[in-house]
């Protein structure tokens, strides 16, 4: 009976199914070639001092009290710019080319932030919800623009092709993945930079789009180049982020 007994034990222990252990998300998205820039407990180690008034926080809500500011509690996870409200726009150290992204972003109500590919092509994260689409709202390829005689858009920029806007206070997540203009040997560009598809809240809102300049007044001051920083614009209003990572696709 011992006999039989050991061999039955011994059955069961050779049809047992040993597990690895289960990875982070973090673990996946190095594997598939992503870098946390913000989130999963990182700091601000990801971007180019100055850091001006950016804190990290536990969280972040509208504020009860003026919801055209945020309120935060203490802890990790967020990047908070208010109070005061405006500082430093931030830059990352690293240089991309070809780049996806994803960012998780909350504005209050009004606020007017954005992220620019090479420091240069802006997608904008504006308070639209509820508003007319326009290239200068949520998710829109920011116009060119002249600084004098005083400053104003001399073109229409690209609105998204819907208005995918959550409420002030509530997390949204833009999603897009950005070519870098192309140069040949002696520097000459020969291909626009380009969306290939941008995403915001899970909707499409750009497709195979070429972006011929640089947004705003950059066009004017800033010469193209096949490679820079992403920028996160904080000196426009509130504004909090909770994720920022990238994937470049260059590499």
């Known amino acids: 009976m011992r006999i039989v007994r050991a061999i039955a034990a011994a059955s069961a222990l050779s049809s047992v199914i040993v597990l690895a252990p289960p990875t982070s998300r973090a673990d996946d998205d190095r594997q598939e070639g992503w870098i946390t820039l913000f989130g999963d407990g990182t700091g601000l180690e990801a971007f180019q001092e100055p850091h001006g008034a950016w804190r990290i926080v536990g969280s972040s809500s509208l504020n009860p009290d003026d919801p055209r500011h945020l309120s935060s509690e203490d802890g990790t996870g967020v990047m908070i710019n208010d109070p005061p409200g405006r500082t430093t726009n931030l830059l990352t150290t690293r240089e991309f080319g070809d780049v996806e992204i994803e960012i998780e972003y909350m504005l209050p109500e009004g606020s007017n932030a954005g992220v620019k590919f090479l420091g240069l092509y802006e997608i904008q994260m504006f308070d639209s919800y509820g508003k007319p689409i326009d290239a200068t709202g949520n998710g829109g390829v920011y116009p060119r623009a002249e600084l004098l005689p005083r400053y ?11 208005n995918a806007s959550k409420p002030p206070g509530e997390w949204q997540t833009l999603r897009a993945v950005f070519r870098a203009p192309r140069f040949d040997d002696s520097g000459k560009k ?3 930079a380009r969306l290939d598809r941008a995403e915001l809240n899970g909707r499409l809102i750009h497709e195979d789009l070429e972006i011929p300049y640089p947004t705003g007044h950059a066009w004017r001051t800033r010469a193209e180049l096949p490679r820079g ?7 426009h209003g509130p504004v909090a982020f909770r994720v920022v990572r990238a994937r470049p696709l260059d590499d």
């Open 152 to 162: 104003h858009h001399i073109d229409e920029g690209f609105p998204p092709l819907v």
């Open 190 to 192: 020969v291909a626009h």
């Open 229 to 235: 920083p992403l920028m996160l614009q904080a000196d």
